[in-house]
């Protein structure tokens, strides 16, 4: 009956160190793409950032210029004021997914 019982403990050892390894890869893999998915997020945010913000900055003002001087019509003036505000929407909404993706990846830091 001991002898089972000492088989039975070695089994549940073994089964709770798969299940353990197991774990260990799953939160290697949660934490790499965690990793890519920041990486990626960081490289689109630094784009926006360095320069798509500060196009569509210029676009606006040159749409409310071209417009004033009478270059454009008020329809091009309106579909130029609504791409540089698309763009910036753009930009915000990488920015948070930037910031949660950073988040979440500093979760996977401090729970190693």
Known sequence: NEK?????AKLNRNIAE???Q???LELKSQYLNALANYQ???ASW???EMEALELAKKQRKAAAIAYKEGAIDYIAFLQNVKD??????EAW???ENYLLSRFQLEFYTLKN
Do not use: D, G, P
């Open 93 to 95: 909404q990488t920015y």
């Open 40 to 42: 990626k997020l960081r």
């Open 18 to 20: 798969q299940n353990l």
């Open 84 to 89: 540089a505000m698309q763009i910036e929407q």
């Open 46 to 48: 630094n784009y926006f």
């Open 22 to 24: 197991q774990a260990n």
């Open 4 to 8: 089972a019982q000492v088989q039975s």
